[in-house]
């Protein structure tokens, strides 16, 4: 294990970025000026990771350079940071560990990749950096930045301990990402929230959204898949940007699949695995696969992280007899939701269900997918 990546071990197990207010101090005014200007922020509930993937990658495509910025990993803390440069990460430990000293403060893990995703943007010769917020965006670490570029992706619950559970109140926490957005560019979000965006936010210049873009290209909205309307955001957000690109130059690029988001393993049969963690994750998947599926039994491999209201998801799960419940057993992931409190949620409700291990998964001969959290894909891509 390097250096780093022990500096970072250190604080995986630590809850919490508790420091917003110093974190900006680590950037001259020069550098904060640079990030604000040639960065696109990425919040919402569902989606961030999709559409920042399909933005650097299509970037790329046009031969135009940026790193993007996720989160979480899947299995390596270096799939958080993506440029098509060559990375070194190690020089910046030393600053950090500076930085912690002079300030007598503790970075978070978050924090901390966060920095030096912003350090590496500095000290290369990149056009955007594509950055995905944390959890909400007013109180985020990544709202240091102030981009004048917002992608808003979804809106819905999840994280209510932290952002309420009003969909208005998520929509601020949400747009707060930055007070001084020239350009906001909105995916599949309720006319009651676009209205109020219109209405409300005072520091949002100008509105991109995607129904009504889809709308002027004569493509509906509510006929196309989760999947493809990260990619007309994304599409979207570049034909705004890029002036002297088209709307077909950029559908015309290939995109390669996201990894752990709707990622098809196998077609024969269909064997997809998916972090969704939250009940309009989870409804879009199941919706996204009942597309492309012919089978009418499907066996879902589920599994939680703590903190997750699995009992709302897995009432609109077992609504449908079609799907089979396997439990993935405990001590496979990260924070892993014990099998024994869902269990008895699926007794209370009378639905019957397996416990089984990830191996299960593997060997299964039917449709499947496998669900309920990112870091449960992570385990997962390990083993295999």
Request: glycine share 4%; net charge negative.
């Amino acid at each position: 294990m390097s250096t780093l990546e022990s500096y970072l071990h250190e604080k995986s197990n630590k809850k919490g970025n508790k420091n917003l207010n110093q974190i900006g101090s680590f950037f001259s005014e020069n550098e904060l000026e640079i990030l604000q200007n040639n960065s696109i922020s990425l919040v919402g509930t569902n989606g961030k990771s999709s559409t920042a993937w399909n933005i650097h990658n299509l970037l790329t495509s046009l031969n135009l350079k940026s790193l993007v910025f996720t989160s979480p990993h899947l299995v390596d803390f270096k799939e958080r940071i993506s440029t098509e440069e060559n990375l070194s990460y190690g020089e910046f430990l030393e600053n950090l560990q500076l930085f912690e000293r002079k300030n007598n403060l503790n970075l978070g893990y978050f924090e901390s990749l966060f920095l030096i995703a912003c350090k590496i943007f500095l000290n290369n010769d990149l056009d955007y950096f594509i950055c995905e917020a944390g959890i909400g965006g007013l109180y985020d670490t990544t709202s240091i930045i102030q981009s004048k570029r917002v992608v808003l992706t979804s809106i819905s619950h999840d994280h209510t301990e932290l952002l309420g559970n009003e969909l208005k109140e998520i929509l601020r926490q949400k747009i707060y990402i930055s007070k001084n957005i020239d350009r906001l560019f909105t995916g599949d979000i309720s006319e009651e929230l676009i209205n109020s965006i219109n209405t409300d936010y005072n520091h949002i210049k100008l509105v991109n959204n995607l129904r009504d873009y889809l709308q002027s290209k004569e493509i509906n909205i509510n006929k196309i898949s989760t999947v493809e309307k990260n990619h007309f955001l994304s599409v979207m957000t570049l034909d705004s940007l890029l002036e002297e690109i088209t709307f077909d130059e950029l559908m015309n690029i290939e995109l390669p699949n996201n990894p752990g988001r709707f990622e098809i393993l196998q077609n024969e049969p269909l064997k997809i695995i998916d972090g969704a963690h939250n009940l309009e994750g989870i409804r879009c998947l199941l919706a996204d696969f009942n597309r492309i599926n012919q089978s009418p039994y499907i066996d879902l491999f589920v599994g939680f992280k703590k903190g997750k209201d699995y009992c709302e998801i897995l009432n609109l799960i077992t609504k449908d007899t079609n799907y089979r419940i396997n439990l993935i057993q405990d001590n496979t992931f990260f924070e892993q939701q014990k099998v024994a409190k869902i269990a008895e949620h699926l007794d209370k409700i009378q639905h019957r269900y397996q416990i089984v291990s990830l191996k299960k998964f593997i060997e299964n001969k039917n449709p499947s997918i496998l669900l309920g959290s990112l870091y449960l894909i992570g385990e997962f891509k390990k083993d295999i």
